[in-house]
Nanobody
Framework: QVQLVESGGGLVQAGGSLRLSCAAS????????MGWFRQAPGKERAFIAA????????DYADSVKGRFTISRDNAKNTVYLQMHSLKPEDSAVYYC?????????????????WGQGTQVTVSK
């Protein structure tokens, strides 16, 4: 089992920045791909960003390209999501996910473990 705990969410004004962290524990492996998803009220969970096991490959949703950056520190078993130029439409619960495979995916069905989520609220 892998446990994932997100942190770093909060309330920020439009145009501001936040950095989310996802700490993994349990049966962790640096060979796992990791992803970030978000879910706003009344909407489906949506892909945001993903990173492969080594950090050499990343993928982003079009809506966050150029504003968000995913990274990982395998020595700390932690994945990060740096968010800049935040917009009100970025408000959602953000979830970290782990995939027991080397390469990343934008499909939430490909992920095996999920965190509880952290709320991000962007005010106008």
């Amino acid at each position: 089992q892998v446990q994932l705990v997100e942190s770093g969410g909060g309330l920020v004004q439009a145009g501001g920045s936040l950095r989310l962290s996802c700490a993994a524990s349990g049966r962790t492996s640096s060979s796992y791909a990791m992803g970030w998803f978000r879910q706003a009220p009344g909407k489906e969970r949506a892909f945001i960003a993903a990173i492969n096991w080594s950090g050499s490959s990343t993928d982003y949703a079009d809506s966050v390209k150029g504003r968000f950056t995913i990274s990982r520190d395998n020595a700390k078993n932690t994945v990060y999501l740096q968010m800049h130029s935040l917009k009100p439409e970025d408000s959602a619960v953000y979830y970290c996910a782990a995939r027991t495979y080397y390469s990343s995916s934008s499909n939430f069905n490909d992920y095996d473990y999920w965190g509880q989520g952290t709320q991000v609220t962007v005010s106008k």
